[in-house]
């Protein structure tokens, strides 16, 4: 029973992990084409 919690918790940790970095790259991504837009280059 302990396992399996552990492995659900897991799982989800992961997934939380794969959400912040796709969300992170999408900002950093938007922030640079701003940052450009701004300059004018």
Known sequence: MTQARFKRNFR??????????????????????LFTKSVGV
């Open 12 to 33: 989800a940790k992961e997934i939380l992990i794969k959400m912040h970095t796709k969300a992170a790259r999408m900002t950093s991504k938007r922030r640079r084409h």
